[in-house]
């Protein structure tokens, strides 16, 4: 099994792991609410999804 020879330092190390950060989700406003959404996924506050109703939310009374 290969071993290294020297001890990696933590300066190399981290340059290494230097893409492995997280990112934020990308967001966009919904077209038929306002709410910000993830694109190309259903609104989760109005249920529309490329300007058609594809979730039916209750009736608020």
């Given at each position: 099994m290969a071993t290294p020879?020297?001890?990696?330092?933590?300066s190399r190390r981290d340059m290494r792991r230097s893409h492995e950060a997280l990112?934020?989700?990308?967001m966009c406003e919904c077209p038929?609410?306002?709410?910000?959404?993830?694109?190309?996924?259903?609104?989760?506050?109005?249920?529309?999804y490329n300007k058609r109703e594809?979730?039916?939310?209750?009736?608020?009374e």
């Open positions: 020879k020297k001890k990696t330092s933590k990112t934020a989700n990308p038929n609410c306002g709410e910000m959404m993830r694109p190309h996924h259903v609104c989760e506050a109005c249920g529309y594809v979730i039916t939310q209750p009736k608020a």
